[in-house]
């Protein structure tokens, strides 16, 4: 069965630095990735997903996210840190074996002035 | 667009009273799944439906019972409640392998 661990539960970066969120994906087959992001008392959005080829992936808000194999990771990233992206982030993961969507245990991202 | 929808938004529960949380998806998606959200814990899956008919365990079942009574809707029945069941519960659907959407979710209480 597939799982996820995300580094770190909670994140803070400085407004304007790096945010580097981390997801190792555990599978036996290859994995489908998803990133997700939640916003307070919402539901869930796709930020980005990898699916098969160009394992550097855009998503949306400027983030962006790279599945390396030979890590077993799809790590976020974002350039530069912005205060509307405090939010707490998803790594998930599903395979074509058992696609059921599984999520990791999330991290909440806090921005600082 | 609808989307997912669920009801209610917000329950509150006796111990060993029972309810159903209403999901409904208009987007003709064949999956869908049940989570539950708890602080430290991300979302855990409950029970999934591959397809109208079909469902399947996730990773915390216990306590729970679903009904995929078409492909709309996806039904979670909690038949007697416990005070380790106040989570909120999100519903979702999507497309085999494809992004999931997601309910608003159903903040529930069991005192």
């Known amino acids: 069965a597939q799982s996820v661990t995300q580094l770190g539960s909670h994140v803070s970066v400085s407004e304007g630095a790096l945010v580097l969120l981390r997801c190792n994906y555990s599978?036996?087959?290859?994995?489908?990735l998803f990133w997700y992001v939640q916003y307070p008392n919402q539901g869930l959005q796709l930020l980005l997903k990898y699916t098969t080829g160009a394992t550097l992936v855009k998503g949306i808000n400027g983030f962006e996210a790279e599945f390396k194999k030979s890590e077993t990771s799809f790590h976020l990233t974002k350039p530069s840190a912005h205060m509307s992206d405090a939010a707490e982030y998803f790594c998930?993961?599903?395979?074509?074996?058992?696609?059921?969507?599984?999520f990791g245990k999330g991290t909440r991202l806090h921005i600082l002035p | 667009n609808a989307g997912v929808t669920q009801t209610p938004k917000f329950q509150v529960l006796k111990t060993g009273q029972s309810m159903t949380l209403q999901c409904a998806q208009d987007m003709n998606h064949n999956s869908m799944y049940w989570y539950r959200q708890d602080p430290g814990m991300g979302l855990r899956l409950i029970y999934y439906?591959?397809?109208?008919?079909?469902?399947d365990k996730g990773e915390v079942p216990n306590g729970y019972n679903v009904s995929r009574l078409n492909k709309r809707e996806f039904s979670l029945r909690l038949e007697s409640a416990a005070p380790s069941q106040t989570s909120v519960y999100f519903c979702a659907s999507s497309e085999r392998l494809a992004k999931a959407f997601f309910g608003q979710g159903t903040r529930l209480t069991v005192v």
């Open positions: 439906s591959a397809s109208e008919g079909t469902t």
């Open positions: 998930a993961v599903s395979d074509l074996e058992d696609d059921k969507i599984i």
């Open positions: 599978s036996s087959v290859p994995p489908y």
